[in-house]
């Protein structure tokens, strides 16, 4: 018998990323990419696209190195909450409480066995629009100026781990995150796995890392509505002189058709239209991709 599923954790809220060239970094997210600078900070810059809800979803921090700082779900309830951090201090994960951020309140932080930093959240600033970005529709929290890429909102991240099968034993309990599609090698090792906590398809994927590090960081990833608009974004890119690591092509693997780029401090950044696939299996089997 199958257990019972958990939604406690209603979504991926934001991405803490490292740059070491913020005011270039900076001026990539909003006027190639396309989010809008909705508050500063100490050293960060916190964005947002214009279908996003909250009042971030990207916290750019000025810092000397580069990669992730931190993963932010926001969770169902405050007693959902309460019960993931309940169960993640029973598995030793935890690193405790925070006063919140510039766009939410308090915030339980944890680690990951790969060393990543998490923090889960239910008290959430959300974004009200200046008079300038006011949208004519009243359902969406921001006008589409359709500024650069104009990117929908956020959509997931990969991070790399050395050991995915720790990965693939420890999300679904801190989270409650059922694991989608995963991939097998033929030695046996778990190569990639991908999970979500809601009726997306995945909201975070970790790939193995070959290299001894810890708590690194592969790409995070914003929605555009059409194929096409990927297509018009490969086109944006390379006017700006941006570097393409490869794509438009499409990922077997979840389906998600893509674009890798790296923004100027060397970070991975994927535009992607990956919205047409919805787990509404109350049971999915968790696909499992090999090498032959």
Known sequence: MSAEPCFDIAHLGHVELFTNKPEASL???VNIFGLTESGRE????????????EFHTLKLTASSTTGVGHIGYRASSEAGLLRRVAAIEAMGAGIGWSEGDLGHGRAYRFRDP????????FDTHKYLA???ERPALKNQAQRNHGRGCAVRRLDHLNLLAQDVA?????MPKALGSRITEQIVLDSGEVG?????VNNKSYDIAYTRDHTPAQGRFHHVTYAVDQREHVLEAADLFLENGVFIETGPHKHAVQQTFFLYVYEPAGNRVEIANAGARLILDPDWQT????ET
């Open 27 to 29: 001026d990539f997210f």
């Open 42 to 53: 100490g050293d960060s810059v916190y964005l947002r696209a214009w279908d996003d809800y």
């Open 114 to 121: 790969d060393n990543h930093v998490f923090e889960i959240y």
């Open 130 to 132: 200046p008079e300038g």
């Open 166 to 170: 720790a990965i693939r034993e420890f």
């Open 192 to 196: 990639g796995c991908w999970f979500t």
């Open 287 to 290: 696909v499992t991709w090999t």
